[in-house]
Structure formats: C-alpha cells, structure tokens
C-alpha cells in the first residue's frame, strides 16, 4: 500500500494471515475484553456480531469469520505509547500536606471552550471556594501526571482509596512536556519518561512550574468509587479498560469497542488483539495507540518508556471493511 499523502486517508483491506503473530496470540482473552463493551455499541451490525459474541464461539474462529483486516493510513508514522491508572496520596480534607485539590468539571468549562488556560486556572482563585474539590493530594506534580493519564486511584490516610476518572477539559489543545525538554536539549527523546520528567521538575522547581505550564490544558474529573478495585478504571465507553488488552485510538478513526491488532516494534516486541476502549486528548491519527498498562507504579514505570513504532489493523465487519475501498479495488 502506497502511503497516504497529508490530509488523504487511504485503506487497504488485508488477510489474517498477513498479521504478523495473529495464530499465536490468545484469542480468548481478547474476545472476553471485546465482550465487556459489545452491549453499548448500537449500529445494527456491531449489535448482530456481539450476540453471536455472547453465544460462546471459538474465539479465533469469531474474528475470522465476521471481520476483515483493514490498515488505516492517514500519512503520519504510527506511534505507540502507553498509559496507566496512578495512585496518589491525598485526603478528602486539605491540609499543611494536603495542599493540591482534584477539581471537579466547573459549569464554565461546559459552556465556554476553550476556557482559561492551566496558567490561568492555577494562578487565579477562579476555581478556589466554591465545592469543587474532590480530595487535595501532596504533590502537584503527580497531580499533572493524573490529568495526562485521564484517572487515578488516591489512597487515603485511613487506607481507603477513592478513584477519579475524567470528566472534561478546559478545550486548549495537550502539549508535551517531554517534547518541550527535548526541544529544549535538556533531553534527547530517548531519554525521556515520566519518570525523568518528574524527577526534573523536582529538582527545578521554578523552571519545572513553568514547564508544566507550557501544558495549556488542564482536565477536571469525577469520582468514580463505585468502580471495585479489582477492576481497571473506567474508559471511554463507561467501562472498565483491562490491562494490555485495552487500547486508547483516535475514535474518528477507529470504533471505540471495537477489536484493534497491534504490531508494535522496538525494544519488546508486542503482536496483540487489543480492543479499542478509551481515547485521550493527545491520541490523534489512524496509526496512533495508547497502550493501558494497570494500575500503580510499575505499571506507570512500563508505560512511561513505551514510545515505539510498528503497525496498527483494525479489525472491521466484513460488509463495512469492504465499504471503504474504491470501486477499482474491489
């Protein structure tokens, strides 16, 4: 397939046998992800696949039978990251500690978009008074970390945890903070994580603070405690995501619930049946995956270093995969 020129999106409908590792992956781990968010998608033909989903197929067999391979380019490199679900210390209660609130969606960012910018929010009181704080953890710096990750678990000092999940955001576009210390030469982009990150603002807290400034985009959450703990965090579609089966993709690309195969190079390489259940504000392009790791520090360790190229397939019903090629192709 020639490659999609700027602006241009091009599709090619290719074979399982094709995907690189496809027979030896476990199929029905990926089919069980698939099925927790098959009951909300509602476009007739989804509908018709996940009732024959339910009816217990042999797992490999269902996604060769009711899909085909499809390679979205839309001209931009594919890239994959990864992500995961934080655990901050914090308190339902500000204190000398507990200094730095989660904020709940204002009734402004709804209305007006875009809306102040993080510099805006955090060096005014416009958000300050008014029963918008969710908890106060004890460092802003993870609390930065939280926004980009969209949810988080914050353990309490009694040892109970309350988790959060996005809400909203206040409309100005995401930019990387890594990407500025590159730029910056602090870096090269072989050395960044979130990590080396944090532990930079750390040392530099004046120039940190402004660095974590140069993220004009500052995201509001919800308290989603009823989600049990032995569950991932809640995605996109409302549904807990799962470990290294869940995805986050650009939704104008790809459907959200549906089955994405990842064949992402590098150091570890990883050929998987992941299913598309989340999205994320810096997640833009047909060849672009955030991976979900878990939850906790070793997942944020693992996913911090995931930056690597490869290829991303979406898998389609069959009449709409054939739906997009034109004519001469089929």
């Known amino acids: 397939m020639t490659p999609a020129a700027a602006g241009e999106v091009r599709y090619d409908v290719i074979s399982f046998d094709q995907l690189d590792g496809w027979a030896d992956d476990d199929h029905a781990a990926a089919l069980k992800v698939f099925l927790n968010t098959c009951a909300d998608m509602v476009d007739p033909d989804w509908r018709a696949l996940c009732k024959f989903a339910a009816a217990d197929p042999e797992p490999r067999q269902f996604f060769e039978l009711f899909f085909r391979p499809v390679v979205i380019d839309d001209g931009q490199e594919a890239l994959f990251t990864g992500y995961f679900e934080p655990e901050l210390e914090g308190d339902l209660y500000p204190s ?27 060096d005014s009181d416009v958000l300050a008074g008014r029963g918008l704080e969710i908890a106060w953890v004890d460092d802003p710096v993870e609390l930065f970390f ?18 959060v999940g996005y809400r909203g955001a206040n409309g100005h576009p995401y930019r990387s903070i890594g990407a500025e ?5 602090v870096y090269n982009i072989h050395q960044v994580s979130a990590e080396v990150i944090k532990n930079w603002v750390r040392r530099n807290p004046v120039e940190g603070r402004e660095l974590l400034f140069h993220n004009p985009s500052y995201v509001f959450f919800r308290e989603v405690s009823k989600v049990p703990a032995d569950q991932g965090p809640l995605g996109a579609m409302n549904r807990s995501v799962t470990a290294m089966r869940s995805i986050a993709v650009d939704p104008s690309f790809v459907k959200l619930g549906g089955p994405v195969w990842i064949e992402k190079d590098g150091e570890n390489p990883l050929r998987r049946l992941m299913i598309a259940q989340d999205t994320g504000s810096a997640i833009k392009g047909a060849q672009r995956a955030d991976v979900f790791f878990g939850t906790g520090d070793l997942a944020g360790k693992q996913a911090g270093k995931l930056r690597d190229p490869g290829r991303m397939v979406v898998l389609l019903p069959i009449q709409r995969a054939y739906a997009l090629l034109p004519e001469s192709a089929i």
């Open 181 to 185: 210390l590159v730029r910056r030469g």
């Open 96 to 122: 000398s500690r507990y200094r730095f609130p989660v904020y709940k969606m204002p009734p402004e960012a709804l209305r007006i978009n875009p809306w102040l910018t993080r510099r805006e929010l955090l």
């Open 146 to 163: 939280l926004q980009i990750q969209g949810s988080g678990r914050i353990r309490l000092p009694n040892g109970r945890y309350i988790r």
